[in-house]
C-alpha cells in the first residue's frame, strides 16, 4: 500500500517481483489499488490492475461499512 498510495511506481514494481501481495489490505480496508485511486494516482491504477490487482469494494469487515 505504501508505494501505490506514494505513487512509487519503481517500488511497486519491486515489491510485486519479489512476491508482495497485489491485494493485501491496510488495516482500514483499503488495497493499494484503492489507495492509488483515493490519491488520483492514475498510471498506478492502471499498472496495479494490469498487474492483477483486483479493483473493487474494500474489505467491509474491516472497515466496518
Request: charged share 20%; glycine share 10%; with cysteine.
Amino acid at each position: 500500500a505504501w508505494a501505490a498510495r506514494s505513487n512509487c511506481t519503481t517500488g511497486a514494481e519491486l515489491l510485486l517481483r519479489h512476491g508482495a501481495n497485489i491485494n493485501a489490505k491496510s488495516s482500514n480496508g483499503f488495497t493499494p489499488v484503492v489507495w492509488a485511486q483515493t490519491h488520483n494516482h492514475r498510471e498506478m491504477v492502471d499498472r496495479l490492475i494490469r498487474a492483477g490487482a483486483t479493483y473493487g469494494r474494500m474489505n467491509v469487515e474491516t472497515t466496518g461499512k
